[in-house]
């Protein structure tokens, strides 16, 4: 039998030159023509059962496909894929690749990890990977949520924003995963940042603000992601309209560089010639001070014309309670 070189060098391109022993052998090659291979220094063993016929390649890319073509059974059904970091790095929800690939199986598989691979064994499987892309991975939303798992509540929502302000995935698939599930570990505050994140939110500073700081405390309502022609075009985090006031959250995604710090400024500067004041909360003010940040914020509103009276919240020690005893 004829070694199908044409179906070989078509899998090799859609494994970044890798191939399996079974393709190998499905397309004619025998045990010994595929031994020789490998002695004689053409192609290198990456795995059992896993070749490299570029020796050569050593990439992210490489070892990842290499590890899942390890992980797969061999058969056409997806029954191992890529998750978590590795998974998320795919997607483009991180940035950088990991130091590891990650693996998830169906739970009734057993597959030893080797070295550089992390495996682990998942009960539910039919909604869990995502096997129209290659290399074969967990859905977003899924990817989303494991690697929301790893930081704290604030590190979640920042995520999970990100995600769904670049339309990888939507509120409604992030909460329909959660109940899958069966929880998250932080899945009151995703729940209730779902909820933000679907009014404009881009950061987990803007989300800690409607939650922690307007919504607890009984603020106007204000409009996300609103948009201006001041200047160049441009949108604000929070904007509370019939008080000409915008609320910018200065959080840790978009707000870290200087040049980001003196563009803002001129902005601010351009809305007060259309009678619109900006004030600017930071990470700090949201996450550790939600309740002096309301209180500076009603001030304002009252100020400019708000019949309001703010809430304490929840809680303790909040000067807002103390003050409407």
Do not use: K
Not at 11 to 30: F, K, V
Not at 105 to 117: D, E, F, I
Not at 150 to 175: C, K, N, Y
Not at 260 to 289: H, K, N, P, S
């Amino acid at each position: 039998m004829a070694i199908d070189w044409g179906t070989l060098r078509r899998h090799a391109e859609a494994q970044s030159d890798l191939l399996t022993r079974r393709q190998c052998l499905d397309a004619g090659m025998t045990p010994q023509a595929l031994r020789w291979r490998v002695t004689s220094g053409r192609w290198l063993r990456v795995h059992d059962g896993v070749f490299q016929t570029r020796p050569g390649r050593t990439g992210w890319s490489e070892n990842a496909t290499a590890g899942l073509l390890f992980a797969l059974s061999g058969g056409r059904v997806a029954d191992a894929a890529l998750r978590g970091p590795s998974a998320a790095y795919l997607w483009g929800l991180v940035a950088h690749a990991p130091h590891r690939v990650h693996l998830v199986v169906p739970q009734r598989r057993s597959v030893v990890a080797q070295p550089g691979m992390q495996v682990r064994r998942s009960m539910r499987w039919d909604d869990l990977v995502d096997d129209r892309v290659w290399p074969w991975r967990t859905t977003v939303r899924a990817t989303v949520l494991d690697i929301a798992t790893g930081g704290t509540a604030l590190d979640a929502l920042s995520i999970v924003a990100r995600a769904v302000q670049r339309e990888l995935v939507t509120p409604r698939e992030l909460l329909s995963e959660i109940v899958a599930r069966g929880g998250h570990r932080h899945s009151r505050v995703l729940r209730e940042g779902l909820r933000g994140v679907e009014d404009g939110a881009e950061s987990g500073a803007e989300l800690l603000y409607l939650r922690d700081v307007e919504r607890a405390h009984g603020l106007p309502r204000s409009v996300g992601q609103s948009p201006s022609d001041v200047g160049a075009r441009r949108r604000h985090d929070h904007e509370y309209t019939p008080y000409r006031l915008i609320v910018e959250v200065d959080g840790r995604l978009g707000h870290e560089q200087w040049s980001d710090r003196v563009r803002d400024g001129r902005r601010d500067r351009q809305l007060l010639t259309a009678d619109r004041l900006t004030t600017r909360v930071f990470f700090a003010d949201v996450a550790l001070e939600p309740c002096r940040t309301a209180a500076e914020i009603s001030a304002i509103l009252v100020g400019r014309g708000w019949r309001g009276r703010p809430r304490g919240c929840r809680r303790a020690g909040c000067l807002l309670r103390h003050a409407t005893l």
